[in-house]
């Protein structure tokens, strides 16, 4: 059982950044592949990124490329979503989750989530 915190959202300026970060306890983290997924209010989550197992292998949603920029520390059991150039359309709430397949954008996929975490972009 694998137990995922996420922190670091918050209200920042349209063009602001922001770090999130996902902390794991009570499993082993190293052996997930983890994503971030969005959830806009009144819509299902959407996929943002995904970090394979070893931190090796990253893919981003295509409006997120170039912007946002996943990175795993194993030996702290944490993910982290760096976020740049935020946009007021990036508004929403942003969830991690934890799963044994990679880059999978169905939630289905995913064995283990956190609460979420709001960001809020000002514009």
């Known amino acids: 059982q694998v137990q995922l915190v996420e922190s670091g959202g918050g209200l920042v300026q349209a063009g602001g950044s922001l770090r999130l970060s996902c902390a794991a306890s009570?499993?082993?983290?190293?052996?997930?592949?983890i994503a971030w997924f969005r959830q806009f209010p009144g819509k299902e989550r959407e996929f943002v990124a995904a970090?394979?197992?070893?931190?090796?292998?990253?893919a981003y949603a295509d409006s997120m490329r170039g912007r946002f920029t996943i990175s795993r520390d194993n030996a702290k059991d944490t993910v982290y979503l760096q976020m740049n150039s935020l946009k007021p359309e990036d508004t929403a709430v942003y969830y991690c989750?934890?799963?044994?397949?990679?880059?999978?954008?169905?939630?289905?996929?995913?064995?283990?989530w956190g609460q979420g975490t709001q960001v809020t972009v000002s514009s």
């Open positions: 989750a934890a799963g044994k397949l990679f880059a999978r954008v169905q939630t289905g996929s995913y064995d283990y």
């Open positions: 970090i394979s197992r070893g931190g090796g292998n990253t």
């Open positions: 009570g499993g082993s983290f190293s052996s997930y592949n």
